[in-house]
């Protein structure tokens, strides 16, 4: 069964608090969402300002694939204004809920459903597809929500929707009101969940399997309060789980993590690490036992693999690690320890395990080259110049060196700290070379006073996926945060360079 897929990232994702986005920001995301192909793209709410009403109307002259929609109150106002950003298709909503209808709309159900009713026979008469949605509809009387639902079908609706706006559904009450809104209708469902309880997911699936065409998500479940539900999880849910029927939608599910970064880095809401599908660790493995499964089966502990997702696995070393875990992560880097040597080398990383430390893949390879009596890793790049200056009335600004393989570059930017500074030119001269951005960045002080030592734990990822981990500690917060960063980037060029050979061979 084909499911259709309505992204409104752009509309209820974008009153996430704390996200607003310019009429270009959202033009780009639309493309994006299209590229990964949604069914329908809810791009804002014409009527509520200038800037608004321009980005709609800019994302439904775009020429997109998927079907462009907008929101609109039951009032003319609002459906003349979705008309006029020329947009063909409309999702028009009133509260049907008592609670809703005594202290926000001061109506009667009845005065309600007659706004209802106008509002569909108003978006007819001007040639617009009209999607309906009982806004509260899991907290409305069942027997009214389904008369409405009745009403506004014989008034000409061509969709209904059925939000749980503040993610108070249960899955079997969702089914239940899924199956009347179809008695009810006759007409294709669509299904608009909240995780306020954390089911927004759980309850599309079974809105859908109780005979909901559509479900309403957002990319990385962003939206009001605790969100909506997640359009990736939802559609590898529907792609994956064991439902006795096959589901299809039109998502090229390996552009999810990409789609999930883009968005996250344009809203500026970060992902939580323990995120499905698209968190930092959703393939990411330390315990021995689960490495050691995954590098004999990956489907012993991930239920799909990394890549139809668009990611990649990553293995890390702490106290839970096992030899095998680490002889693979090692290998990554051409680093081949023998039984005894790798045995040293897992003591070691027990001993900082325990020590309530985290691990980085810097830490790790300095350990095995030490034990390995190497005199070092290879370093590809190296740091030969660098300062930084800052103050009030001036924007901090960042001057780098780095010698590339024996060759010279120079990178010089702002950024809104020195830090950001610093990093941002590092970026400026890694990106001519390959492209790698610095994920995460974390600091902590190790001891207090102004004299305190810091801690700058940093994760690099190039634009495969791979991604290395590293650490530094010093005096200087900028100077630590700049050599973490130079580590990982070692690193991570090491892990190309010797992985781009294990191909050509
Ligand atoms: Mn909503």
Not at 301 to 311: A, Q, W
Request: one cysteine or more.
């Amino acid at each position: 069964m084909r499911i259709r897929i309505f992204d409104t990232t752009l509309r209820d994702g974008e009153q996430t608090p704390g996200i607003s986005l310019s009429p270009d920001q959202k033009l780009a995301i639309a493309k994006k969402l299209d590229v990964l192909g949604v069914d329908a793209i809810e791009a804002g709410f014409p009527v509520i300002s200038e800037g608004e009403f321009k980005a709609v109307k800019m994302i439904a002259s775009e020429g997109l694939s998927a079907d462009i929609c907008g929101l609109a109150r039951t009032n003319k106002k609002d459906i003349d204004a979705a008309v006029d950003a020329g947009l063909n298709y409309i999702h028009t909503f009133i509260a049907t809920s008592d609670i809703h209808l005594e202290y926000k709309l001061k109506m009667t159900r009845e005065q309600a459903l007659e706004k209802a009713i106008e509002a569909v026979e108003y978006g007819k008469s001007r040639g617009l597809l009209v999607e309906f949605s009982a806004e509260d509809a899991t907290r409305t009387d069942r027997t009214f929500l389904k008369h409405v639902f009745s009403e506004v079908a014989k008034a000409g609706a061509d969709r209904i929707d059925i939000p749980d706006t503040v993610g108070y559904a249960t899955p079997e009450y969702m089914a239940e009101i899924t199956k009347d809104a179809i008695e009810a209708a006759k007409l294709p469902i669509s299904v608009h969940c909240h995780n306020d309880f954390g089911l927004a997911v759980a309850n599309a699936l079974s809105g859908i399997r109780a005979g909901a065409q559509c479900a309403h998500v957002t990319i990385n479940g962003i939206g009001e309060r605790a969100g909506n539900a997640s359009l990736e999880e939802f559609v590898m849910a529907l792609k994956c789980l064991p439902y006795d029927q096959k589901y299809e939608t039109g998502i090229k599910s390996e552009l999810l993590y990409e789609t999930s970064r883009f968005i996250s880095k344009t809203v500026g809401v970060q992902v939580q690490p323990n995120k499905a599908i698209v968190g930092d660790n959703a393939f990411g493995h330390e315990s021995g036992i689960h490495t050691h499964g995954i590098l004999n089966n990956p489907l012993t502990y991930e239920p799909i693999s990394p890549e139809l997702v668009g990611r990649k696995r990553w293995l890390q070393v702490g106290k839970h690690a096992g030899i095998h875990g680490m002889n693979a992560m090692l290998a990554e880097y051409g680093i081949r320890p023998t039984d005894d040597q790798a045995k040293q080398i897992l003591d070691k990383i027990k001993i900082i395990g325990d020590q309530g430390k985290q691990i980085t893949d810097v830490e790790l390879l300095s350990i095995a080259s030490n034990i390995l009596g190497e005199k070092g890793i290879k370093r590809i790049v190296q740091l030969t110049g660098f300062s930084v200056s800052t103050g009030i009335g001036t924007m901090p600004y960042a001057f780098v060196k780095l010698n590339i393989d024996g060759k010279d570059f120079i990178g010089t930017d702002y950024g809104v700290g020195p830090v950001d500074a610093a990093l941002n030119a590092i970026q400026k001269i890694t990106g001519q070379i390959s492209e790698l951005r610095i994920k995460d960045y974390g600091l902590a002080s190790i001891s207090g006073g102004s004299t305190a030592l810091c801690e700058v734990t940093i994760r690099v990822e190039d634009a495969q996926g791979n991604s290395v981990s590293a650490k530094s500690i010093g005096e200087d917060i900028v100077t630590t945060s700049v050599q973490a960063v130079i580590d990982g980037i070692n690193r991570i060029m090491l892990k190309k360079m010797f992985n781009e050979k294990q191909i050509g061979h």
